[in-house]
């Protein structure tokens, strides 16, 4: 069947888009929008208006999609930026600066740790001799070795500073090193 249909077709009247389908015209018209007594059509220049309501949009807005990713982390809908640290402590130090209103949250570690006399001890804290993070790394059980210590990546984070607190390294001992390095963010 033929598309479009003839107004007063004896007479030669308009002619209005249409689709044939199955027999059955569906008019075709085109998607208008303004206010009363004006009519602008809908192009890539005049997009249609549309007003989610509040639901939809938080829906939308609250929404992200899982992607691998090497420049940021996302915390809910904010991204994170990863930041890297060097570890070389002879003696307790920071590791990573206090940052105003933020913790630190450790997404990866690797680092050795000599323990020549058996009695050097590592504690992550968060503050100068503040809180534990980790327990104690090292010990009294080993000597004349350096110990490696591993934390693959974890996007959650392994530990995490007080809020506005820095992340120290607590070192204890005759003869202490801790060498290496970490991945963090500050959330």
């Given at each position: ?129 503040g809180t534990a993070l980790t327990g104690t ?51």
């Open positions: 069947m033929a598309d479009n249909v003839t107004l007063n077709s004896g007479s030669g009247g308009d002619t209005l888009a249409a689709d044939d389908i199955s027999s059955v015209k569906h008019q075709r018209v085109k998607i208008q929008h303004g206010a009363d007594g004006s009519a602008t059509d809908v192009s890539t220049a005049s997009r249609l208006p549309v007003e989610l309501d509040s639901q939809a949009l938080t829906a939308i807005l609250h929404t992200i999609t899982a992607k691998l990713a090497t420049d940021t982390i996302q915390n809910g809908l904010t991204a994170l930026t990863p930041k890297f640290a060097k570890i070389d402590l002879t003696a307790t130090g920071t590791v990573v600066a206090a940052v105003s209103g933020k913790q630190i949250r450790v997404l990866a570690l690797v680092m050795t740790l000599e323990l020549q006399t058996g009695d050097e001890e590592y504690t992550f804290k968060s503050g100068a001799a790394l090292g010990g009294s059980t080993a000597s004349a070795i350096n110990y490696p210590i591993e934390y693959a990546f974890c996007p959650v984070g392994h530990f995490e500073t007080a809020s506005g607190s820095l992340l120290e390294l607590s070192i204890a001992g005759t003869t202490p090193e801790a060498n290496g390095s970490l991945v963090y963010v500050e959330v």
